[in-house]
């Protein structure tokens, strides 16, 4: 099993900046695609950001530009930097990633951190 523990969340102001983390642990054989999902209020969940375990990265048009999304392999981390949020930012953000566990693959969650941009 393995499990994946996020960090960082928040409360800011528009235009300011929050940096996820997300950690995971466990029966660790390999890892994929890490990434973050969020959910706005009232929303369905929606994919941010994507990257692959080569460093290839993905994400959401309306994020561009603004967040960065990273990872540390050999500490099976990934990152969201969040530059110049707006309010249509705020949602429960949710760390996502593709593992090998016990010769079985498939995806893990976080328990999800709460973004809350006011304006």
């Known amino acids: 099993q393995v499990q994946l523990v996020e960090s960082g969340g928040g409360l800011v102001q528009a235009g300011g900046s929050l940096r996820l983390s997300c950690a995971a642990s466990?029966?660790?054989?390999?890892?994929?695609?890490m990434g973050w999902y969020r959910q706005p209020p009232g929303k369905q969940r929606e994919l941010v950001a994507v990257?692959?375990?080569?460093?290839?990265?993905n994400y959401l048009d309306s994020v561009k530009g603004r967040f960065t999304i990273s990872r540390d392999n050999a500490k099976n981390t990934v990152y969201l930097q969040m530059n110049s949020l707006k309010p249509e930012d705020t949602a429960v953000y949710y760390c996502?990633?593709?593992?090998?566990?016990?010769?079985?693959?498939?995806?893990?969650w976080g328990q999800g951190t709460q973004v809350t941009v006011s304006s």
């Open positions: 990257i692959t375990s080569g460093g290839s990265t």
């Open positions: 466990g029966s660790i054989r390999s890892s994929n695609a």
């Open positions: 996502y990633g593709n593992f090998v566990s016990d010769f079985v693959r498939r995806d893990y």
